[in-house]
């Protein structure tokens, strides 16, 4: 590009400089020529009156100094010529400037020479007895005039040639300099020329779409990977939370099938693996329910339901194990109606009531609260167990996460009830909210919209 523009800015100027130069060497030229021409008129006038007082005998003894002077008479024969023998000369009656002469007093004319490498300037004036004094002079033309000055030109044109090349350098160069310094990783923060403002602007939109593309891509890659781990650790985990009931089962299994046992111990051993099966049993369950969750659970409606009915329900088929765990469990509220998805949302109370009654001490309570708004039912689970310390309270809706004392304290549990309550609570768009110190029980409110989500 910058050779280009150096290119053009060189044959500019150049073209420029040679038109100039011709344009000036022809006003030159015909300026001096007026001037020659104005001289050899006064020249003329001056011989004319030397001719017309001393006749013949002005031109004895003259020199001519360049000029040619010719004396022409009335019959057009030539009476004198300071150039040629004047017998020889042809009749000049019929010669412009002789011819205007006589007719005007004076006359005036220019031919080119034969070999054209001379002008020839006439000038004729008629004396008073009729015949005519005309003289001539050369004027190189201008070839001859541009030959004559050739060195002179030369030597011109060749400076002016460097001049160009110079400036035409510089100047293509600063033209190119502000392209060459694009920064086009930030293209509108760049200044110069406004014609390629718009280029700079697409060039921003197409880097930044590219830059969403990458982040969005980035942001898959991400997600792919962390669905990737979450598989393999929910693999892991499953694998694990079935060995320890699947052992209960076999240990106890073959220490009946070997006849180990005492008859009156069959049936407390039959208990530990008909738990264990149980126990399997409802991890299964959970699994199901959760991956049915994660596959968008799109088979489910969203029906009119009774979130109280439902906590009656719950508590209801809840009843025995409270009983048996010495914990009462209430309902308080009334009917609370809205748009949800009944299995789903027996899932969030049952869940809730079942942690509230399993994570109890004899002789605790826990309470159950529906309360129907204008836009919203909020149902809240209140216990009064040991409550919940502050740094698992963000775990506890992690899948398969269990506080030590539930592990330690053989609570059978899954790990997985909170984090069906809370995809579940999200497939409402219903909103959880935890309250929990440890020793002072544990209030678990769940929000949801009435008119489903
Ligand atoms: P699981 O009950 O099968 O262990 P969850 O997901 O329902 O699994 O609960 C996760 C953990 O949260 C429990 O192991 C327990 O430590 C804690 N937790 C849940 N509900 C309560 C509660 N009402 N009081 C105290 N701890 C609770």
């Not at 994570?359 to 216990?383: A, I, Q, S």
């Amino acid at each position: 590009m910058t050779k280009k523009i150096f290119r053009s800015l060189l044959l500019v100027a150049f073209t420029v400089f040679l038109c100039s130069l011709t344009l000036i060497m022809g006003v030159l030229y015909d300026y001096f020529s007026r001037i020659q021409q104005t001289q050899l008129r006064m020249q003329t006038q001056l011989a004319a009156q030397g001719v017309e007082t001393g006749g013949a005998d002005y031109f004895d003894g003259l020199d001519a100094q360049g000029f040619r002077i010719t004396w022409i008479g009335r019959d057009g024969g030539v009476l004198y010529d300071s150039d040629a023998d004047s017998v020889r000369m042809a009749n000049h009656l019929e010669r412009e400037e002789v011819r205007e002469a006589l007719m005007s007093g004076f006359g005036q004319s220019h031919r080119l020479s034969a070999t054209l490498t001379e002008r020839m300037l006439y000038a004729a004036q008629r004396l008073s007895d009729g015949t005519v004094l005309r003289l001539a002079i050369a004027q190189s033309s201008v070839l001859t005039m541009l030959l004559g000055m050739g060195q002179g030109v030369a030597s011109v044109i060749v400076i002016a040639l460097a001049l160009s090349v110079v400036l035409a350098r510089r100047l293509s160069g600063r033209i190119v300099k502000p392209l060459n310094e694009l920064d086009l990783d930030r293209p509108l923060e760049n200044g110069g020329y406004e014609e390629i403002a718009p280029l700079l602007r697409r060039l921003d939109s197409q880097q930044r779409q590219l830059q969403a593309q990458n982040n969005q891509l980035l942001l898959e890659m991400a997600e792919k990977t962390q669905a990737e781990q979450a598989r393999r650790e929910f693999t892991a985990n499953v694998s694990h939370e079935l060995k320890t009931p699947l052992h209960v089962i076999s240990g106890y299994a073959e220490l009946l099938q070997n006849g180990m046992v005492k008859p009156e111990d069959a049936a407390p051993f039959a208990g530990k693996i008909y738990d264990g099966a149980q126990q399997m049993g409802k991890l299964l369950e959970d699994i199901m329910r959760l991956s049915h969750l994660d596959e968008g659970a799109r088979d489910m409606q969203f029906e009119d339901t009774d979130l109280y009915e439902l906590a009656r329900a719950a508590a209801a088929e809840l009843a025995p194990a409270a009983e048996k765990a010495g914990v009462t469990l209430t309902v308080e509220g009334r009917a609370a109606p809205l748009r949800a998805i009944p299995v789903l949302a027996r899932s969030i109370v049952f869940d809730l009531c079942e942690n509230g009654v399993k994570y109890n001490r004899p002789g605790g309570t826990v309470e159950v609260k529906v309360e129907p708004g204008p836009d919203t039912v909020r149902l809240t689970v209140t216990d009064d167990g040991p409550g919940i310390p502050l740094d698992q309270q963000e775990h506890i809706f992690e899948r398969f996460y269990r506080g030590d004392k539930s592990r330690g304290k053989d609570i059978p549990g899954t790990g997985l009830g909170l984090s069906i309550v809370k995809h579940a609570a999200q497939v409402h768009g219903a909103a959880i909210d935890l309250k929990s110190a440890p020793g002072q029980g544990a209030a678990f409110t769940v929000t949801f919209p009435k008119n489903g989500k």
